[in-house]
């Protein structure tokens, strides 16, 4: 049998998920790189100068992997509804910080770091 696995890491090379679906890993990683973009922009404006850096990361991911929503607001408009756990097509309960509660997920729950 083979299988294959994607493995997300962040820019310091720390795993943050492991998955077998391209598509998950795909939509992880672009998170990720959005999150470094509005973490840099946080810290060059100044925004919460006093806010951890591990914070910082755990917004800026967060506002990432809900960007749909994000637009939403800045629009004026309502949030979409939430649907049901793993039927998001943006895999964001796929993730390291979140468990999937889903007995047939595919993806490995990563604990973050000390």
Do not use: C, F
């Not at 997300?8 to 998920?17: N, T």
């Not at 910082?56 to 991911?61: A, G, P, R, V, Y």
């Amino acid at each position: 049998m083979i299988e294959i696995e994607y493995i997300v890491k962040d820019k310091h090379g720390m795993e943050r998920l492991r998955t077998a679906d391209k598509k998950a890993a795909d939509a992880y990683d672009k998170a990720l790189e959005i999150a470094d973009r509005l973490a840099q922009l946080l810290r060059d404006d100044q925004v919460l100068p006093d806010l951890p850096d591990a914070d910082i990361e755990e917004l800026t991911i967060y506002l990432a992997r809900n960007a749909r929503n994000v637009e939403r607001v800045l629009k004026g408009k309502e949030l979409e509804p939430s649907p049901p756990p793993g039927k998001r097509d943006d895999h964001s309960e796929a993730t390291a910080e979140r468990p999937t509660g889903g007995a047939d997920s595919n993806i490995t729950e990563l604990k973050r770091a000390p």
